[in-house]
C-alpha cells in the first residue's frame, strides 16, 4: 500500500525491467516503409509484440498526501500534464478545482484556479493542458469556455468554445493563440460526427472527423442518458509541435498530419476483438455510476447497461497517445481494468521500437529521459504519480 504521509519518495529504485525472458529481449522489431499514391509515407512494424529494450527507475512520487496541495489521489491523462521539461499540472477535482503545479523535483510551485464562477473559476473542469512555455489550460463545462493562465499564475482571458456547428469535445489544446479540439458536429438526426479541428485567428481547419450512429435515449431505472453502443470508436490525438496526430481507435493506424496535409501513416497488424455484451461488466465493475450535483449519484447494474445500450462491433484497438519531447510516439493499447496494460513506442518516424507490458500511457514527460506513469494502489482504487528515469 502507498504511504499516504510519505508523497515524495526521492532516490533510486530497482528498475523495473520490461524484457519478461532472455528469449523475448533477444527478438528486436522490425519495420517497412512504403509511399501510397497521394504520396503518405506508411510505416509498418512488427505484428507480434517485441518487449521494449529500456529501463524505468523510480525517482520520486507526486500526490497522496494527507492534507495539503499534495492530497490528490486520482491521476489521469485528463487531470495531469507537463510542459515537457520543468513543471507538472495537476487538477483536484474531488476536493478544489484547483490546479497545483509542480517543478520537475516535484516541489510545489504555484496553485491557480478554484471551484467557483468568477474569472480563473470552474465547476465542471476536464482535460488539462500545459503548452511549452508553462501556461496551463482548462476546459470548464459550466461556462463552454477554456480557462487559462500564463506561466506566472495570471489569469488569462477566457475564451469561449461553442460554435454554431458544434461543441468540443474532451481535451483542448492551446499551443500559442492556436487551439485544436474536437468537436461533435450538430445538425445530422441520423449520425453523429466528431471532427478534429485546429483553429487560429485566421480560419478554422478540419483534419479528421469519425461518423457513428447517433446516441440513443437510453431508460434506466433513476436516470435517461443518451449513450453510443458501448465501445464505439472514437478520434485520439495528441499535438507535437507543428505535427497533429490521431487515430480512430478501431484499427490500429495512427496518421501523422503537418498544417493540415497528412504525411506519416504508423500501423501494426494488430486484429481488433470482437465486443460482447458481457463485457459491460468489465467496463463497468461496479456499475455505470451517474452523479448529480456534487453529492446524488445513481448506479445501473453492467448487465442492464449492455443489454439496453448495446456494443460496438469490435472493442478499440487503441486507447490514447502522448508525444514525449524527442518526438517519441507512445500508444497504449485498449485494455481493461483487470487486464495488463500495453503500451507500445516508437521513434520520431513512427518506427516501431516495442512494447512496454505493465505500463499505460505516460502521464507526461520531463525532458526526453525523464516519464511521468501512474501508481496505482490496488487495495483502495487511488494513484499517484510516479516520477522515472529512462535508460535505453
Same mark, same amino acid.
Given at each position: ?184 458536429? !450538430?445538425?445530422?438526426?441520423? $449520425? ?6 485546429? &483553429?487560429?485567428? +485566421?480560419? *478554422?481547419? #478540419? ?109 478499440? !484497438?487503441?486507447?490514447?497517445? $502522448? ?6 510516439? &507512445?500508444?497504449? +493499447?485498449? *485494455?481493461? #481494468? ?55
Amino acid at each position: 500500500m502507498l504511504n499516504r504521509r510519505v508523497p515524495m519518495v526521492f532516490g533510486m529504485v530497482l528498475a523495473s525491467v520490461l524484457a519478461a525472458s532472455c528469449g523475448d529481449s533477444a527478438r528486436t522489431a522490425s519495420n517497412t516503409e512504403t509511399t501510397d499514391s497521394s504520396g503518405v509515407t506508411i510505416v509498418r512494424g512488427s505484428a507480434t509484440d517485441v518487449p521494449l529494450r529500456w529501463t524505468f527507475a523510480e525517482l520520486g512520487r507526486i500526490g497522496g498526501a494527507d492534507t495539503g496541495v499534495q492530497s490528490f489521489d486520482n491521476v489521469t491523462p485528463f487531470s495531469v500534464a507537463t510542459d515537457g521539461s520543468a513543471h507538472v499540472a495537476v487538477l483536484d477535482a474531488a476536493h478544489s478545482n484547483q490546479i497545483h503545479v509542480f517543478d520537475s523535483s516535484g516541489t510545489w510551485r504555484r496553485t491557480v484556479g478554484r471551484r467557483g464562477g468568477g474569472p480563473g473559476e470552474m465547476e465542471y473542469p476536464e482535460g488539462i493542458d500545459v503548452d511549452r512555455d508553462g501556461s496551463v489550460s482548462i476546459m470548464d463545462h459550466a461556462k463552454q469556455a477554456l480557462l487559462s493562465w500564463d506561466p506566472a499564475g495570471a489569469v488569462l482571458p477566457e475564451r469561449k468554445l461553442i460554435t454554431a456547428r458544434g461543441r468540443p469535445w474532451g481535451t483542448v489544446r492551446r499551443r500559442g493563440d492556436t487551439l485544436y479540439t474536437a468537436i461533435d458536429i !450538430v445538425g445530422d438526426t441520423t $449520425v453523429q460526427v466528431r471532427r478534429l479541428e485546429r &483553429w487560429t485567428s +485566421r480560419d *478554422t481547419l #478540419a483534419i479528421d472527423s469519425t461518423m457513428s450512429p447517433r446516441p440513443k435515449m437510453v431508460m434506466f431505472k433513476c436516470v435517461g442518458l443518451a449513450l453510443p453502443p458501448l465501445f464505439s470508436s472514437e478520434i485520439s490525438w495528441t499535438v507535437d509541435g507543428d505535427r497533429l496526430i490521431s487515430t480512430r481507435q478501431s484499427a490500429y493506424v495512427v496518421d501523422i498530419s503537418r498544417h493540415g496535409r497528412r504525411e506519416r501513416s504508423v500501423r501494426r497488424d494488430v486484429a481488433p476483438v470482437a465486443a460482447k455484451t458481457t463485457d459491460a461488466a468489465k467496463l463497468y465493475p461496479e456499475g455505470l455510476k451517474v452523479r448529480f450535483g456534487r453529492d446524488g449519484e445513481c448506479v445501473t447494474p453492467s448487465a442492464e447497461v449492455g443489454e439496453k445500450v448495446g456494443v460496438a462491433p469490435t472493442l478499440p !484497438v487503441i486507447r490514447a497517445m $502522448v508525444v514525449a519531447p524527442d518526438g517519441t510516439l &507512445w500508444v497504449e +493499447r485498449y *485494455t481493461f #481494468a483487470d487486464e495488463t496494460p500495453r503500451t507500445d513506442v516508437f521513434d520520431r518516424d513512427g518506427h516501431y521500437l516495442g512494447t512496454a507490458s505493465g505500463r499505460s500511457l505516460p502521464l507526461g514527460f520531463l525532458g526526453p529521459d525523464v516519464v511521468l506513469f501512474p501508481i496505482k494502489n490496488d487495495d483502495d482504487g487511488t494513484a499517484v504519480i510516479g516520477i522515472y528515469r529512462i535508460a535505453r
